[in-house]
């Protein structure tokens, strides 16, 4: 088994008859075969080969088995979004009347599909708050099939303990399903804990500089080959253009994450310091509520950082406005660095009983730390705070 850093460069497809370096771009819908009996075979699945870019392509099966090298995965799938990733999870593996225990720390869209999508087919889910990890089994049920849980959390970067979940798991017989966007897997591998499935937003880190969606669903075998069946006739299939992109991506992700961690554990000290600002949350650091399980399961702290500033809503927007460098986008892990201001643009929607159930408060902000020096992103933060 290679180390991450060499299989995410050096895994790829075979060379072609021009005997390129570096992997080139497969744009085409389909594959050609040689008579009859090799497109019934492939068919057939007696043999491994490319039929339709919606089931597989070069390209999106290179990213797919760096991807499974560098979670210790079997199998996996690589979707458009995120989003297409973690609904055709559900959708392959879950029947009408099954039931998912999930914390209320999840990613906006994913909580929308629990509460307003998944129970249309009769699926449901119930929620266990981020410091309870101690109610999860009494919410259990007979039906009860996925544990689903994601670490760091989103926005509020709050931790699980991934030994526990995979416990729990095990002792009921469920399959622990991990989203690990915040992490990538340079920094956490779930599989280690006890999941079976592990899915990222390939869009953040994993792209690394803000170009294309994507996503990927890695674990088992015999569960992978079920999502693979449903997205080969559902077409959540990622681009191979995306998927070129992402596999080179992967062969800078080891460099890029540890220098995001190091600017974001030294822009978290620094925010420590700021009299402006309170609760400042990142993994990383000793005062964090969760330090000792972070520096169980993570090998960094990540690169998005979560604080309040005093004075809530308005100092929150007036922070936002008086920025010069850093980003206001939807995005995170890119290399620029981006502040957000949650309560006000992507929890906006919830109220505000809501918003403080998933730790959004009206002061609440956040920043994914980018590749910049990190004394101009400093500086840039620390003029906004003379604003005030
Ligand atoms: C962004 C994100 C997603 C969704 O990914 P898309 O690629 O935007 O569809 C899922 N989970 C987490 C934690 C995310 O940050």
Not at 97 to 123: M, Q
């Amino acid at each position: 088994m290679k180390k991450l850093e060499t299989a995410a460069i050096r895994i790829q497809n075979e060379r072609s008859q021009f005997k390129e370096h570096s992997v080139p771009l497969f744009l085409t819908s389909s594959f050609v075969f040689d008579d009859a009996e090799d497109m019934r075979a492939s068919f057939a699945e007696e043999k491994e080969t490319n039929i339709y870019s919606r089931f597989t392509n070069p390209n999106t099966s290179e990213f797919v088995e760096k991807m499974c090298a560098l979670e210790g995965a079997e199998a996996g799938y690589a979707f458009a979004t995120g989003m297409a990733a973690v609904f055709s999870t559900f959708a392959a593996l879950l029947n009408s009347g099954d039931h998912i225990v999930s914390c209320r720390s999840v990613f906006g869209s994913t909580h929308t599909l629990f509460t307003k999508f998944l129970p249309k087919w009769n699926i449901t889910t119930s929620y266990f708050k981020i410091d309870e990890l101690d109610t999860i089994e009494s919410i259990i049920t007979s039906k009860t099939k996925i544990l689903y849980a994601e670490t760091p959390t989103n926005p509020a970067v709050a931790i699980l303990d991934l030994e526990k979940l995979g416990a729990i798991a095990k002792k009921h017989n469920l399959l622990l399903v991990v989203d690990n966007c915040f992490a990538t897997p340079y920094l956490q591998n779930p599989i280690k804990f006890g999941a079976d499935l592990v899915i990222h937003s390939a869009t953040k880190l994993i792209d690394g500089q803000g170009r294309v969606l994507g996503g990927v669903t890695v674990g088992k075998k015999e569960l992978i080959r079920e999502i693979y069946l449903f997205a080969r006739n559902t077409g959540p299939a990622l681009s191979p253009f995306n998927a070129w992109i992402l596999s080179k991506s992967l062969e800078t992700l080891s460099v890029r994450v540890k220098k995001h961690c190091k600017n974001a554990l030294k822009i978290a000290q620094f925010l420590e310091k700021n009299e402006m600002v309170t609760d400042v949350k990142y993994p990383f650091l000793p005062s964090y509520p969760h330090y000792e399980i972070a520096k169980k399961q993570m090998k960094m702290g990540g690169n998005v950082i979560a604080f309040q500033i005093k004075g809530g809503l308005h100092a929150g927007r007036t922070f936002l406005d008086s920025l010069k460098m850093c980003s206001l986008s939807a995005n995170l892990g890119d290399s620029r660095t981006i502040v957000t201001h949650p309560a006000s643009t992507t929890h906006s929607k919830l109220t505000k009983e809501d918003r403080l159930e998933v730790g959004i408060t009206d002061g609440l902000v956040r920043i994914s730390i980018g590749l910049e020096h990190v004394k101009d992103i400093k500086n840039d933060l620390k003029n906004a705070f003379a604003a005030l």
